[in-house]
């Protein structure tokens, strides 16, 4: 591959060391021409050649190990069975020939959502890669989508590579191009998962024992949250914000609601309607949900007006969180004047069985919280990875993928479910250098802190009922500015001189400066 002048050789690296695969690059001049390969394992420079070698202990490559080489005495060491990839790791590492173990990431005989692999094979060599699936797009007739391959249901599997160049120097087939375990030539991952047709859910329990975030009491001040926890940016959930709301006990389950709200008032109900009122909800729900299951989720922003008073009157912003949104700060905030997506950030939700939302990034640098009053919430936080970590990461690939929600699902229970059990379910295995996505059970009372930047999907277990808030945080105060001076008008960069202190307006100044746009 040539560098462009818009990839720099720094910005590469950089993405390098960020890649879950990548082990380093080959840089190479040849006359005008700069070449890069990014490859597995990089040989030592000769004098036509430079090398970047990346720093991770572990490369994870997509592809199950292959070594068809005769003339090499390369081959499985080991194999294991229900074992974890942490202990897998540790096996790998101590053995003395050991550089490598391939696991099914996406088995066929699933063991069900648990921290233990189906099978781990230990290698001490690598000729090559098995990727599973050869994907080749026939050529669509004009007007007509390509057509995809038929025989795609395959088990995909994933190698951990031990990133020890001592013990991989002549053990490594040198020329393992990164780039040919991608799925397709936009990814930066390992992982572009194949989805196929939702299964039954795990149930509460399973996901449950797979949640080890860490709990705090919701009686904190809001500064020793904020130097605590907000500063280090990473989620946590916190206990009983909820108590002393009056949500508490009115809001029970969605019948419970039935009389909480007026017939007439306007709502946002997928599965039912972008707009409908409380009526048409209730009717719906009697014939619908009652008799057929039908699937609903209320998404609606509680802005000014009816709802928003009402839904207010229940719950109140928990402590650690008061006063602390930067966007309300901003010259004309009170007289609503912002930019679509801006202004209150509130939302009210209520989601039957298997509904839920994708995995996203939340919207204009915010971070966020979300109460759940009542049910279950099953979230899956990929790690902070924003260089190489996208929403189009996480998502099926169309081309391996046997399963299509309908593009207007009338139960409203497809897409997300769908995605849960055919890549949330195994998202603990997707390693990206030391860490993996985590599974969290969020239950009734608690309240999750998830800062911004976070790829997170979440699926409602059963009926839930959540308040959610997102908001400008000061710890994230590079992101932000950023944001005001690239989505807002002029008077918004009054904000640097009328609430930004010493230190704020440094890191502001760091940030962007001059403060024109
Ligand atoms: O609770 C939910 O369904 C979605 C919460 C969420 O991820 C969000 O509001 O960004």
Redesign the pocket.
Known sequence: MNLSPLRTEEKEKRLCENAADCGGILFRSLQSTRQFAKLLYVPVADEYSEVFISSKAWLVHRGLVVNDDANKDYGVIHTATNITIPDARNYCSSHPDCVAFSIPIQTEKLLGLTHDVDEAVFFNGISSFDYGIKIEIPDAAPGEKPLRPDNIIETEWATHILHDRTKLTGRVNVRVDIDDSKYDDFSTTPYRPCCHPPTDLPTIQEVRVMDTLKRISCNISREEFYNTYEKSRIPIMLTGCDDDWPAHKLWKDTRSLFDRFDNSSTWHISGVSENTTWSNFLEFYEQNVTHYGAGY?V?TKLEDGYLSTEVHKDYKVPQPFVDADIYVKLPQYEKRHFPIGFGPMH?F?I?SKG???LP?I?PHQTD?W?T?VYGH?W?IIYPLRPEILTEGETLCFSLCSTYNPPEDSYLNNGEEKSWYMSVGLHAHKMYFDQEAPMHILQRAGETIY?PYGYV?????MDE?I?V?Q?YASPANLNGVWSEVLSQGNDRWKRLYFQHFNRIQRREARKAKWPIAA
Do not use: E, P, Q, S
Not at 456 to 460: G, R, S
């Open positions: 989720r998404f939302w939700l989601g509904t839920g939302t996203h939340d966020a979300n759940l919430k979230w998830l997170h999907a979440v699926l409602n839930t959540a959610t997102n």
